[in-house]
Structure formats: structure tokens, C-alpha cells
């Protein structure tokens, strides 16, 4: 198990994951993602795309805002319900949410007396307009599913799709968590990726099974170690307010055995109340008998930073190359940031810098994540390649003037073949694919 240490080193070091405002001394709960950070996101942002959206034909891809009317938590139960119990260390005055504590009476961090649990509300607020009052009050939605459900009329009305059909979003959502900790894993600004998947009442079982499915097939698609993946039903005492079924995706972290994903059966809760909160009708008429109902709803949630992290941990190795230790992210492939990096083997060579940038120029054009490093010896470099978890180095050297070849090295064996110069775009669209 990778220590959690060396993670957030790595991710700082190399330009995936930097601490918000840390030239400000930082806040808990916020990070930014730097470039290859934000590479790695976009990449596991297109593939769960293209499985849960534009690769089917029955699920509608939207993006609603995050600045939300409180009208629409407040008819949700979120206003009332999303809240968590939370005691303060009377002595340290740390604060601990309960549901978190194995003893309740005593503070896990000096020992000292814990004081009355009370009610914390989770939702971060804002102000619509000019007046800071009540009713301009508004809310950063706390999960994008609720700009889903106050759009599912726009949806029907526009499109007529027959049930079942989904409306998926991926965005930021915001939770004022009481002690964020372990990096990605508890933050208060979060992205989600989140299907909100219209059923028949009676359909609800098989509708569940497939997308339990879906999700087991995209954390494998993107290299999870599956062996770290544990499926736990939640007790009904344990699930939100308007779950009837729940099954939450657990990954084993460096921390323990947490929650990665949620799939739950939200049934008709979130469509009923905003039926009767907004007065809209929101039914759905079945065009072969004309009945009219509220759908049900299977929802998978995804949070892409726990996605990010489980990521991480999967494919951060130590290990000897050459008889020298080294660290290297075995990322896929297909979610590598940089999956292709160009060296001129020596910078001081005219002859073969051109050369080189010549090959990297017209491989960038061909695939996306193509990068150029010159920087240091090539020992170096394939370090910090080796870092960012690029599978494939290519070397341009003396020979390449000759005979048009280069090498290719590769970076979980560091192996290295020779390949022709014209072969190499096959070569890597071949792997890509
Ligand atoms: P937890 O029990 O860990 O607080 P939750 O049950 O409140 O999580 P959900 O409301 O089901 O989480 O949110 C859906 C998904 O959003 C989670 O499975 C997770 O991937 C992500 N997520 C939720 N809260 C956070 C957070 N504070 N930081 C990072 N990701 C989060």
C-alpha cells in the first residue's frame, strides 16, 4: 500500500495537484489541479463521457448551474436534511463529525472532553442580487442531481424520450465539510459525474444491476486496482433520506477502506417534491396507455477527485530499474496526461534538436499528449517521465541521421526497441486504441 505522503509529494512535485492559495498558508479542503492534473481529469472525464452519455442512445447530456435558488434545497429536504452531527474538543476545540468517532466522549486527537453533538449544515451560501437577506438567500448545490431533476420537464418537452431515460451532468458541487482530510478524498469543493436515470417504478431491480455493471466496467477502464474495490450494501438506518437501496463503491486507500462511488435508488423522492413545491407538472405519460405517473430514478454518482485519487494509488510503484530505485505512475495509457515524450538525445546538436522537433511536431499533430523534454540527461528525463507516468519515450540520436529509426522506451520494463521513424504514429494509435 502506497503511503499517502509520497502521493501528495509526487502529485505536488510533478504538477498534478497543488494545495489551494498556499502562498496564503492554504485552506483544508481545496486543491487545484495543475496541468497534468487537469490533463488526467479531462482524459477520466471523456471516457466516463463517452460510457455513460454520448455512447448510448438514451441518456441526455446537460449543464445546469451551481448557484441555486433556495427553493429548489429546500423542496429537495437538503436545506432541512443535509446536515451532520458535529462535537467540538472542549480542550483543543477541534471539531469531529460523530458518525466518525469510535468513542463520542473523548477527543481522538488530546484525550480531552468532547462536548454536545449538534446539527451542522453542510450547504456553502450565497446571495442573489444586492440584498444580503433572507430572500435572496441561494445555495452552491451540494450535488449536481438537483439541476437534473429541475430540468427533467425541459427534457421531456423538448426531446419526448420514452422511459427509461437518463440526464447526466458532470460539475462542481460544494459541501462545508466539518474536518476535509486525506487529501482528495474529503474536500469541500468536489466535481461529480452524476446520471440521474428515469425508470418505471417495477423496472427498478434490472435497472440497478445494469448500471452496477456500468460503473464496475468504467473503474476498470481506467486501471483501478480492482482488487482494492469492495461493494457494500448500506443498511437502511445509514442511507440518505431518499434512498430505498444503496450500494456505495468502496476503495481501499492508503486511510482505509472508503467510499469511491455511490449508486442508489432515489425512487420517485426528488421528482414528488418538486412537483409539489413548484406546482409544475412533472409526470410522465406512457404514450402506448396514456397513464400518467412520477418516474423513478437509479442514480450513479461518481466524484471524479476520489476517481483521481484511487488513480494515484493504484499506479504509484517503487521499484529497481537498472539497479537503481525509482517511482513511476502506471497509469493506462489511455488516461497517461503525457503519453508520448520526444527527446533529442543531446541539446547541443543543431542537427539533431531540428530532427527531433521535427518528429515532434508531426506526432503532436497526429495524437493528443505528445510532449517534448529537453531538460537535464536523458537519465533524467526518463525519471521525471517515468513520474508523470508516460508509457512511451522516444529518443531521436546519431542513428536517426542515418537510418531513420528511433527509440522507443518503454516505461514499465524500460525496455528500449528501435522503430522507423514513419511507423511511429501507427505504432502508438495501435496501443491508444
Ligand atoms: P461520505 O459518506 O464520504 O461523506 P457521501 O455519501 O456524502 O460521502 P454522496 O453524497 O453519495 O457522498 O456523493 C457522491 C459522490 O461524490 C461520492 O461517492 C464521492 O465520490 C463524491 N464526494 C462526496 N463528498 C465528497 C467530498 N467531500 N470530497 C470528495 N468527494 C466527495
Not at 462542481?172 to 469541500?188: G, M, Q, S, T, V
Not at 528525463?381 to 536517426?400: A, F, K, L, M, S
Amino acid at each position: 500500500m502506497p503511503d499517502l505522503d509520497k502521493i501528495v509529494s509526487l502529485a505536488k512535485r510533478r504538477g498534478f495537484i497543488f494545495p489551494s492559495f498556499e502562498i496564503y498558508g492554504g485552506s483544508a479542503g481545496f486543491f487545484d489541479y495543475g496541468p497534468h492534473g487537469l490533463t488526467l481529469k479531462n482524459n477520466v472525464k471523456q471516457i466516463w463521457w463517452k460510457q455513460f452519455v454520448s455512447g448510448r442512445e438514451d441518456v441526455y447530456g446537460i449543464d445546469s448551474v451551481i448557484v441555486t435558488k433556495k427553493e429548489v434545497f429546500e423542496a429537495s429536504g437538503h436545506a432541512r436534511g443535509f446536515a451532520d452531527m458535529l462535537t467540538e474538543c472542549e480542550k483543543c476545540q477541534r471539531r469531529f463529525r460523530v458518525d466518525h468517532l469510535a468513542d463520542t466522549k473523548k477527543c481522538p486527537e488530546c484525550g480531552g472532553k468532547l462536548g454536545e453533538a449538534r446539527q451542522f449544515y453542510m450547504m456553502l451560501e450565497t446571495h442573489i442580487g444586492a440584498a444580503e437577506d433572507e430572500a435572496s438567500l441561494a445555495y452552491l448545490r451540494p450535488e449536481t442531481a438537483q439541476g437534473i431533476f429541475t430540468n427533467f420537464k425541459n427534457i421531456v418537452d423538448s426531446f419526448h424520450p420514452s422511459l427509461p431515460f437518463g440526464i447526466a451532468q458532470i460539475g462542481k458541487a460544494f459541501r462545508n465539510e466539518i474536518a476535509p482530510r486525506d487529501f482528495l478524498f474529503r474536500l469541500r469543493e468536489i466535481e461529480q459525474m452524476e446520471v440521474e436515470y428515469f425508470i418505471k417504478p417495477g423496472d427498478w431491480k434490472e435497472s440497478f444491476e445494469m448500471w452496477r455493471k456500468e460503473m464496475q466496467k468504467f473503474i476498470a477502464s481506467l486501471g483501478i486496482d480492482t482488487n482494492k474495490i469492495f461493494e457494500l450494501e448500506i443498511e437502511e438506518a445509514d442511507r440518505a433520506h431518499y434512498s430505498k437501496r444503496t450500494i456505495d463503491f468502496e476503495f481501499d486507500f492508503p486511510f482505509g477502506k472508503k467510499e469511491l462511488y455511490g449508486l442508489a435508488y432515489r425512487t420517485d423522492y426528488d421528482l414528488s417534491a418538486h412537483e409539489k413545491a413548484s406546482g409544475a407538472d412533472l409526470r410522465y405519460t406512457d404514450p402506448e396507455s396514456g397513464d400518467k405517473f412520477i418516474p423513478h430514478v437509479i442514480e450513479p454518482s461518481l466524484g471524479i477527485d476520489r476517481t483521481i485519487l484511487a488513480i494515484l494509488c493504484s499506479a504509484y510503484v517503487e521499484d529497481e530499474l537498472g539497479k537503481e530505485k525509482r517511482v513511476f505512475l502506471k497509469l493506462k495509457p489511455q488516461i497517461a496526461p503525457v503519453k508520448v515524450a520526444v527527446f533529442p538525445l543531446v541539446s547541443n546538436k543543431e542537427n539533431i534538436v531540428s530532427k527531433a522537433r521535427e518528429l515532434y511536431k508531426n506526432l503532436k499533430e497526429k495524437i493528443s499528449g505528445v510532449a517534448w523534454d529537453d531538460n537535464g540527461n536523458i537519465g533524467k528525463r526518463y525519471r521525471r517521465q517515468d513520474e508523470i507516468g508516460t508509457p512511451w519515450c522516444v529518443t531521436i540520436d546519431y542513428q536517426t541521421l542515418e537510418d531513420k529509426t528511433v527509440t522507443v522506451r518503454d516505461r514499465d520494463t524500460g525496455e528500449q526497441i528501435r522503430k522507423k521513424e514513419k511507423e511511429l504514429e501507427k505504432y502508438f494509435s495501435d496501443k491508444l486504441s
